[in-house]
């Protein structure tokens, strides 16, 4: 999954370790989730979206096609 992690935790001036303590995870975790090597949980993915006050699609976006929605049901 695409990420805008590292932009906003620099954006801030925040280490990996600080936004790593301020979320409640390992420092390793969100180095992984930056460099595109570990899919984060939904329960993360809000943490941090709430912790930089912006929309999940800010920080996230899956990079494969998300298929079918509702609106071909019509």
């Not at 941090?48 to 920080?59: C, H, I, R």
Request: proline fraction near 4%.
């Amino acid at each position: 999954m695409e990420n805008a992690l590292r932009e906003h935790r620099e954006r801030h001036g925040l280490s990996q370790r600080d936004l790593a303590e301020r979320v409640e995870v390992t420092r390793q975790t969100i180095n992984a989730v930056e460099g595109d090597r570990y899919d984060p949980s939904v329960e993360l993915v809000f943490k941090l979206a709430a912790f930089f006050e912006v929309p999940v699609e800010e920080l996230f976006s899956p990079d494969v096609d998300l298929g079918a929605t509702v609106s071909d049901l019509d």
